[in-house]
């Protein structure tokens, strides 16, 4: 088998879970459990909280769930217990593949390389379109999980020749612990981290994710408020915070925004959004809009017409956004990347493959204008 191949996989309720390795990965680094857990496996003592009258009080997310004895976060795998908070996603990813970094989706952080991408269940969002709900939606205490230590994930991530790091497919904030100090190792050892999340999480605890973390892509699920809480049951105003703390710590960033038919594709709100990430300083910073496909609980809805990605295209640009993609659409060229100022074709895309890249230093052959990201 080669590089890519998978070499083991296993099912979590109705999902795969699997590691991509050259081999024997099995035994050297990550073994399967058999069942599912049962003896406080992958917990520990959790950071960012405070003992109240009513209980623990969980301090990462602006969700500050308090729980007494036995309880669990809404997010799935935090729990009080003696008195003290606990992660129960220590140590114990459900899912552990190689992708393209293409796939996060970031297209202006080292193309073509590889990324070492994990996840544990859980997740601080119900969102209705969840296509990852089976791992989202869930406890640890549930999924069959692998054991994997940081120190092994980053060791395995060298071996495997990955650039990076992706912390995906769940919703890393939930796994804060587990993510901060595979971050922390993998930086020290020059492996880039990206954290693909929806930017939910209180200010204290991001600014510690900031000092190791190298790019996110955070899902910006709508600019309506009252739409955002009935799809999510979260609130906008933190996510948008995240951005402006990302952009200025330095953070590489690029934003999803997903159109779901009679949920996120009013023009007007998506203007409005538009014209904020413009006025707040977020030009150079890729946008990509994203065709919906129905899921979890919004199976009835169709896909999001082709019509409605151009539309929103073309009002980011005219927004003066620089570089907005349609995503989840393959052969339309959605994904390419063009020069803004010349608009010469840089990057040629098809799928998550690259077929021609002319940026050389960062910057357009042609007319030698910076091209914002990480290259």
């Given at each position: 088998m080669n590089k890519r191949e998978f070499l083991k996989c296993l099912t979590i309720t109705g999902a795969s879970?699997?590691?991509?390795s050259t081999?024997?990965?099995?035994?050297?680094?990550?073994?399967?459990?058999?069942?599912?857990?049962?003896?406080?496996?992958?917990?520990?003592?959790?950071?960012?909280?405070?003992?109240?009258?009513?209980?623990?009080?969980?301090l990462i997310c602006p969700n500050e769930c308090t729980l007494k004895e036995g309880e669990l976060s809404d997010c799935h795998n935090r729990i009080a217990r003696?008195?003290?908070?606990?992660?129960?996603?220590?140590?114990?990813?459900?899912?552990?593949?190689?992708?393209?970094?293409?796939?996060?989706?970031?297209?202006?952080?080292y193309p073509a390389s590889l990324s070492f991408s994990l996840?544990?269940?859980?997740?601080?969002?119900?969102?209705?379109n969840c296509q990852n709900w089976e791992i989202?939606?869930?406890?640890?205490?549930?999924?069959?999980?692998?054991?994997?230590?940081?120190?092994?994930?980053?060791?395995?991530?060298?071996?495997?020749?990955?650039?990076?790091?992706?912390?995906?497919?769940?919703?890393?904030?939930?796994?804060?612990?587990?993510?901060?100090?595979?971050?922390t190792l993998a930086k020290s050892r020059g492996i880039k981290n990206i954290m693909v999340s929806n930017g939910y999480i209180n200010p204290e605890p991001l600014l510690e994710l900031c000092k190791v973390i190298d790019a996110a892509n955070i899902d910006l699920k709508t600019f309506d408020e009252e739409v955002h809480l009935k799809l999510?049951?979260?609130?906008?105003?933190?996510?948008?915070?995240?951005l402006k703390t990302f952009r200025k710590e330095g953070v590489w960033l690029e934003i999803t925004n997903l159109i779901v038919p009679?949920?996120?594709?009013?023009?007007?709100?998506?203007?409005?959004?538009?014209?904020?990430?413009?006025q707040e300083g977020f030009n150079d910073?890729?946008?990509?809009?994203?065709?919906?496909?129905?899921?979890?609980?919004?199976?009835?809805?169709?896909?999001?017409?082709?019509?409605?990605?151009?539309?929103?295209?073309?009002i980011a640009l005219k927004a003066g956004l620089h570089y907005v993609y349609v995503g989840n659409v393959p052969g339309i060229g959605g994904e390419d990347t063009y020069c803004h100022s010349c608009k010469v074709l840089l990057v040629k895309r098809n799928g998550f493959e690259i077929e021609q890249n002319l940026i050389v230093n960062g910057r357009c052959p042609k007319c030698q204008t910076p091209v914002p990201g990480r290259w």
């Open positions: 879970a699997c590691i991509a081999g024997a990965i099995g035994n050297e680094l990550i073994s399967a459990m058999d069942d599912l857990n049962t003896d406080n496996q992958g917990e520990r003592e959790a950071s960012h909280y405070v003992v109240t009258p009513r209980g623990v009080k969980c003696d008195g003290k908070l606990f992660t129960m996603a220590y140590g114990n990813p459900c899912a552990v593949h190689i992708d393209p970094v293409e796939k996060k989706p970031l297209l202006h952080f996840a544990t269940a859980g997740c601080n969002f119900a969102c209705l989202s939606q869930t406890s640890p205490t549930k999924t069959r999980n692998y054991q994997a230590t940081p120190v092994q994930l980053v060791d395995q991530a060298i071996r495997e020749n990955c650039k990076s790091i992706a912390y995906t497919y769940s919703e890393p904030i939930t796994f804060f612990e587990y993510m901060l100090d595979t971050a999510t049951a979260g609130n906008l105003k933190p996510v948008l915070e995240t009679s949920w996120t594709d009013n023009f007007d709100v998506i203007a409005r959004m538009c014209d904020w990430l413009a910073y890729p946008l990509h809009f994203s065709r919906f496909h129905p899921q979890h609980k919004l199976t009835r809805l169709p896909v999001t017409p082709l019509q409605s990605l151009t539309r929103a295209k073309e």
